[in-house]
């Protein structure tokens, strides 16, 4: 076995995703079998091979930069209407600090 | 007006022709596709308001002599995990059912620049996640060819509205196949262009190293036009490619005598056999046409689908971290203290399979897993991006299947996610390696499910790519 429950409620703490009894139980035997195929990973050899974290081309170094010129924002109105809940130009959440 | 016929070339000329305006042209195709679409599903929601303005644009432009640009009045499905400015943008998600994006894609704003006509929004699997269609938290779309199958995945109702007829061409998303394999199922032309060649800028991030625009349509020459239209570089996207974009259009001059083909002896042995024969007798097309066929070895596919499946899945749980009840429209009713409101949030809700992503994701970067998983796959990534180096030094371009089978039955492998995601083998090395590759219609089973010819070329060689396509399309209809 390559995940335990345990290990499945500990993951899903991490992701901030509140799991169901029933979903632990499916996600332990099913991140299990999913787990067991990378496993294959393994068995190829990697030494001295570099880890390719993007999709890279020949190009100059500085193609990526621009010039630092301002640019409209989105603005507060338009940046809060999809907020469930929103306030004086603000997202309200719970309160976390108690006075 | 018959809307299922039209093409990019049929829409200009009819306008310039004076045979029907924008306006016109664009209410018909709004009427017929409302009217067909409870057959399949594709799409989510129209936007009549904005096609409307849109087109009013264009017999604008045409009143004043100027040129209304290369898509001029053309009826456009678009998927729904790009952004539309003041049009809601689901992501198949019941998290997002009410968001109303505050800003356009540069893929939507440069196909409205060039005349373009958005009807609406089309179904996908949930942050298209899914090989099927059926993740979509609004239900599944069906194959228009044949009802009781799925459209494949992720870009189900993009691929479905071009196949049905109610676009003339449509925008899809393609992380490890999205708009490939489902363009296989549907019988319709489907292109993942080299990464960076499109902007990325308001497409809902899912895997961002591996996320791709691309365009489907009903032949090779309007899936050129649409690709020319949206690729370039973008200065909202530093990932946005500066290498100049050429006319893809007169790539396609069926010259392709000569050209050398790969077949990867690793992607034959797991057809079904039907499958296997379409593309047997595409390659044998090729060769017909002069092309050279010989084997090649891509030796690093075996390890594709875990090393995908790791890389796909962390910096999903990263770019899915964002929808935590603060932001975008959904936040869980029980809430009490503030991590209450992210977890409910997220568990009520992400459906299935993006829980299931966002675990292995969680669980693959997590300390003491990172180096063995993570690191790891992006090694084996370098590898399976060499295989292709090795490959284009001795070939021009790569045919391969799309699919291991043509479209399956709705509820069929929906039980099985590491089935589901064995199914993605011979697209997910493309997208790994960030080459451009598409899948062009080659035949159909005995039974008329459409079977299509995956073509993958070297980095930014989507010309090659479309002159391979055209010459088989033109065998092949």
Redesign the interface.
Same mark, same amino acid.
């Given at each position: 076995m390559r995940?335990s429950e345990e &290990?499945?409620r500990y993951?899903?703490a991490?992701?901030?995703?509140?799991?169901?009894a029933a979903?632990i139980v499916r996600?332990q035997a099913?991140?299990d079998?999913?787990?067991e195929?990378?496993?294959?990973?393994?068995?190829?050899d990697?030494t001295g091979?570099?880890?390719?974290?993007?999709?890279l081309?020949a190009?100059e170094e500085t193609?990526?930069l621009?010039d630092d010129v301002v640019v409209p924002p989105?603005g507060n109105a338009?940046?809060l209407?999809?907020?469930? &809940?929103s306030g004086a130009g603000y997202?309200k959440?719970?309160k976390?600090i108690e006075r | 007006m018959d809307i299922p016929s039209l093409t990019i070339d049929r829409v200009r000329e009819g306008l310039v022709a004076s045979r029907f305006s924008a306006v016109e042209l664009t209410t018909e195709a709004l009427r017929f596709a409302e009217a067909e679409n409870p057959r399949t599903g594709a799409y989510l929601h129209f936007c009549p308001e904005r096609a409307v303005a849109a087109a009013r644009r264009v017999d604008g432009r045409l009143a004043r002599g100027e040129d209304p640009g290369p898509l001029a009045g053309v009826p456009i499905a678009v998927k729904d995990v790009i952004l539309t400015k003041g049009v809601r943008t689901t992501c198949g998600s019941r998290l997002l059912e009410h968001y109303i994006p505050p800003y356009d894609a540069t893929a939507i704003t440069r196909l409205e620049s060039a005349g373009g006509i958005i009807l609406g929004k089309t179904n996908c699997d949930e942050f298209a996640m899914g090989s099927s269609t059926e993740n979509s938290a609004f239900g599944p779309v069906r194959n228009p060819v044949a009802l009781d199958r799925v459209p494949g995945g992720s870009s189900g109702g993009s691929a479905a509205a071009v196949a049905q007829g109610t676009a003339v061409v449509a925008l899809g998303s393609d992380t490890g196949g999205s708009i490939r394999q489902p363009a296989s199922f549907c019988g319709v032309v489907g292109v993942t262009p080299t990464y960076g060649r499109v902007s990325r800028y308001g497409l809902t991030a899912f895997a961002s190293s591996l996320d791709h625009i691309g365009p489907f349509a009903r032949s090779v020459s309007d899936a050129a036009t649409v690709l020319g239209v949206i690729a370039g570089r973008d200065p909202s996207d530093a990932t946005s490619a500066a290498a100049p974009v050429p006319d893809y259009r007169a790539a396609i001059d069926g010259r392709v005598k000569g050209v050398k083909l790969g077949l990867p002896r690793e992607y034959l042995k797991d057809l079904t056999s039907e499958t296997g024969e379409v593309i047997e007798r595409g390659v044998e097309r090729l060769r017909g046409l002069g092309c050279e066929v010989r084997e090649i070895s891509l030796p690093a596919t075996g390890y594709a689908i875990a090393t995908y499946y790791v890389i796909a899945t962390a910096e999903a749980s990263s770019n899915l971290a964002r929808y935590d009840g603060v932001r975008y429209t959904f936040r869980s009713e029980s809430s009490g203290t503030l991590a209450d409101l992210y977890r409910n949030t997220r568990g009520e809700g992400f459906g299935a399979e993006c829980k299931r992503r966002i675990m292995l994701g969680t669980y693959v970067l997590s300390h003491g897993y990172y180096d063995a998983y993570y690191l790891k796959a992006q090694k084996v990534r370098t590898l399976i991006a060499r295989d292709f180096e090795h490959a284009f030094q001795q070939v021009d371009a790569v045919v391969a299947p799309v699919s291991p089978f043509p479209a399956f039955k709705l509820g069929e492998k929906v039980d099985d996610p590491l089935a589901m995601y064995l199914s993605d083998i011979y697209t997910i090395t493309g997208s790994l390696a960030g080459i451009p590759c598409m899948s062009v219609p080659s035949g159909a089973t005995r039974a008329g499910l459409p079977v299509g010819l995956q073509i993958l070329t070297r980095h930014f060689d989507e010309p090659g790519m479309f002159r391979l396509a055209g010459a088989l399309e033109q065998q092949t209809s």
């Open positions: 995940i &290990q499945v993951v899903a991490l992701a901030n995703l509140n799991l169901s979903e996600f099913e991140l079998g999913i787990l195929h990378m496993d294959k990973l393994n068995e190829i990697t091979v570099e880890p390719m974290a993007q999709v081309f190009a193609a990526t621009r989105l338009a940046a209407a999809n907020a469930p &809940q997202f959440v719970a976390v | -």
